[in-house]
């Protein structure tokens, strides 16, 4: 198997997990508040990554560098952004609409690549973010209404995912996978705590009977460890194989998956909308998939009707 086509496996097992966790931390954040979760959830994680840093990869602490502290906080920061605007939001509007807009980091990856980074990009990318945008929105249709602030909440949380796929990207390939890893984790779990600490009840997090309750415990258990631990492993590890746009593709099957497992778990029903939008983010990711001498078609073919319209006009 192909490096490249290895990572985008790799990257769907995570998109996966974290569609499957939809139904346990929205139990779970009934009984212990969203901040002071992401703070305990972060730091179990960080946690975990540390010891096997020290047990089994040892030798990158070598490699340990002011610039890779530098930058595996920026991408912390990038996440914590993408995590607490998208909690945050979440109080003040849907479910739904928080989908959709949060799905929105689909667009801006390229969008930022081209504004930012001068990258140019292929027709597939440009088709494929359009088709999968269009199934976030088929996807969420039923409760699409007015706007509100915890909408823009949720948009600021789109601008941070997509630059944690952005900054991902760009430093991956520079420096130790698990090293970095744990410096970005390790930045969100903080950077939880605080806010925490200043805005919610953050004692909970230290409360026995909250933390061990069967809610909490499994969605602690599940998210620390596969959620966060094991799947920003694989993102930092996998990403350097791939493109930026193709791994925010590919993390559009977040809702897909998530909309699969509440259906068989919380009883969930997909409407029809929401069926044909699973098919559009599929397309989406078959669209970002297609190789170059598809494109150049594409191309050509285009190019040659608008001459022959122009020819036509004269």
Sequence with gaps: MKPTWFADVSLLLVALIWGATFVLVQNAISFLEPLSFNAVRFTLAAILLGFWLLLFERQQLKMFSIKLLTSGIMIGICLFIGYAFQTLGLVYTTSSKAGFITGLSVVLVPLFTVLIFKHKLGVNSYLGAAAATAGLYLLTLTDIASLNMGDGFILICAVGFAFHILMTGKYSSHYPSLLLTVVQIATVALLSGALAWLFEDWKQAFNPAVLLSPEVAAALLVTAVFATALAFLIQTNFQKYTSATRVALIFAM??????????????????????????????????AELPSSVQDRWKKKFNLHVKKGADSEV
């Design 254 to 287: 977040e809702p897909v998956f998530a909309a699969i497992t509440g259906y068989f778990w919380a009883g969930d029903r997909l409407s029809y909308s929401a069926a044909l939008g699973c098919l559009f983010i599929f397309l989406g990711m078959v669209a």
